[in-house]
């Protein structure tokens, strides 16, 4: 049996040993400070975790593999909200233009992925933010603020305060995905936990929300402009 590569992290906001399994990073083991501090202690639970998790670590090492394949097979096309846009190269273009199904993007691939990104981050809030006044306006509950950020572990957020935010790279899925994610997070505007009342909440105004969050968690990691 080959030995799983890992690196590891000391954080002093960690309170319990963390794994992740990133595209970029690898296979990364967060240890506490307090832990890591006492000598031995740190590594031998970095080990430790490791081992416990292997055949999770594996699976989700296949599924970086699968994504790495579909993300390359796009070739110049990006998705968006379960459609497909046609990249056109322009030498000297600094941002992108949307223009039909089509998006004119810088010629370097570096400068792309970052023109790429600011585009769909502005985008985001536009969609986003219709299809979350289209919910609350239906459901009863408003919130406070909505902000689009790029957060590596989770689809979006909803505070006690009402503040909401949302992933940008929910418009690289289908739109009943993100709207599946749109009425998440309203619920949460009632109920906050994810007790059974909150499930026959989201139930009630989606019924499709299990296929849908089954969607996300075989695909997340496709997700991406680039991996």
């Known amino acids: 049996m080959s030995e799983i590569d890992y690196t590891v992290r000391t954080s002093s906001r960690a309170r319990r040993v963390r794994v992740t399994v990133d595209p970029v990073r690898g296979v990364e ?63 000297g273009r ?16 570096d400068r792309r992925l970052v023109a790429l990104e600011r585009w769909y981050r502005r985008v985001a809030h536009a969609e986003i933010a219709r299809r979350l006044d289209a ?53 949460h505007l009632e109920i906050m936990d994810h007790s059974d009342r909150f499930w026959s909440l989201l139930a009630s105004r989606w019924p499709d929300y299990k296929a849908h969050a089954a969607w996300l968690r075989r695909h997340g990691a496709e997700l991406v402009l680039a991996v």
Request: glycine share 8%; aromatic share 6%.
């Open 29 to 91: 083991v967060v240890v506490p400070a307090a832990l890591a501090r006492r000598q031995g202690r740190g590594a031998r639970a970095a080990a430790a975790a490791v081992a416990e998790l292997r055949p999770w670590i594996e699976r989700r090492q296949a599924e970086m593999h699968s994504a790495r394949a579909a993300v390359a097979a796009r070739g110049l096309s990006v998705p968006y909200l379960g459609g497909t846009l046609r990249l056109i190269p322009e030498p």
């Open 94 to 109: 600094e941002r992108v233009h949307r223009r039909g199904d089509t998006l004119l993007v810088p010629a370097a691939g």
């Open 135 to 187: 919910a609350c306006a239906a459901a009863g509950p408003r919130y406070t603020r909505l902000s689009i950020r790029g957060q590596r572990t989770r689809w979006a957020s909803c505070s006690r305060s009402g503040a909401m935010s949302f992933n940008w790279r929910l418009l690289l899925a289908p739109e009943p995905v993100l709207q599946y994610v749109v009425w998440h997070e309203v619920c």
